[in-house]
């Protein structure tokens, strides 16, 4: 690509980092295999994720001559793999240096063989040259400039530089990138002297404080041109296809584009498929018919809602009835049952009204969670409400006389009314 083809490409997207380019994973992205040479071991802490939990592990810092396992930058992560069979948790970057922290030391000076997470490797060099495949026909053909990106583990997202995507764009957009991948382009490295003129007509962030040595530019042919330090395939045909799986707001009027390539496609092709076969099984249909028969079913499902509220309201209301017509009635009124709401607990208690009794609602789990109205004269209720939430260990709203909320002990229940018969007791006293 010469030199006005670059700057017409190279103008749009500069966010990634860039640092000596001479890592052996960077000059072969398909090599798996290396020996080189441990230089230094140096004991070191670094945090892990485990089990999506962060947690400090002790461990060794080992430099090599030389790596085929990639640390991190430019928005990819870093690779997994072995040293004569140890496993390398993290690769991180230090100048020109790649940092392999490990759980075991390894004397300098010792010969070592790495190997690669071929897996995790190959999958990063498909999203990542996708990313940049998307990156420079978007802005190209369509005027969308990216501003950052992020690879995720299931999928990842490209932020564009315009408020909204109509999905006859974003097919479009599809239909574009697939078309590319299908002329079987060279995807390839090379490295410049980083004061070089042709260094010079790259506009970017700039190089980090620590860069030392040549910089990277990675190229699509006839396509793109950008500088980067990540692995990538050697022929977009690798990636396979690429499908654009959601847009979504972003930041600042831009747009978050999701993206699955190469391997990812067919992962994601192979969950649809046994969630269209969940579906078909609990619908009783096929495919074509999933929009028709879940309409039918929230039909059903309003329709069954708004007879319940009524069969809800007549309960209530017969509750209500058989309390206030019971002769000389308690003035504490206590009612719980597994099923219900907090709409069946107010209308319970606006049906026996606060002024008729001090209530202790609930609903749910009788020895566990549930919900609860507690409701009365106000006077009371303001005084108790806070005590009957530490017997229920509640969470909750009280107002106007009323406390509702979810409780994850209602097993206390006879405590919470105890409280409530002490002041209905005083008020007798005080009548």
Known sequence: MHLQLQRRF???????????????????SYQKEFKTRVVSCEPSKMKIVTNGKKEQVSGF????EDTVLFPEGGGQPDDRGTMNGLEVLRITR????AIHFMKESIEPGTEVTQLVDWARRFDHMQQHSAQHLITAIAHEKYGWRTTTWDLGKEKSYIELDTPTIKPDKMQELENDLNEAIRKCLPMTPRWVESDSEEAKEIRCRGLPDDHVGLVRIVEIDTVDANLCCGTHVS?????QSIKLTAIETARKKKVNMYFVAGDRVLSYLGQLVNTEKQLAKSLRCGQAEFVEAVDRQQKTLRATNKANTLLLREIAALEAQCYLKTPGRDPVFCLHRKDGDTEFLNMLANEIGPENALMLLSVGDERGAGLFVVAGPEEIVSDVWSSIQTELKAKGVYKNGRYQGKATQLA??????????EHADKLKKED
């Open 10 to 28: 190279l103008t749009s997207f500069r966010p990634f980092k860039f640092f000596k380019m001479s890592f052996q994973c960077q000059k072969d």
């Open 94 to 97: 230090k100048g020109e240096k």
């Open 61 to 64: 810092d080992v430099i090599c």
């Open 412 to 421: 206390n229940r006879d405590k919470a009314e105890a409280i409530l018969r």
């Open 235 to 239: 022929n977009i045909s690798h990636l």
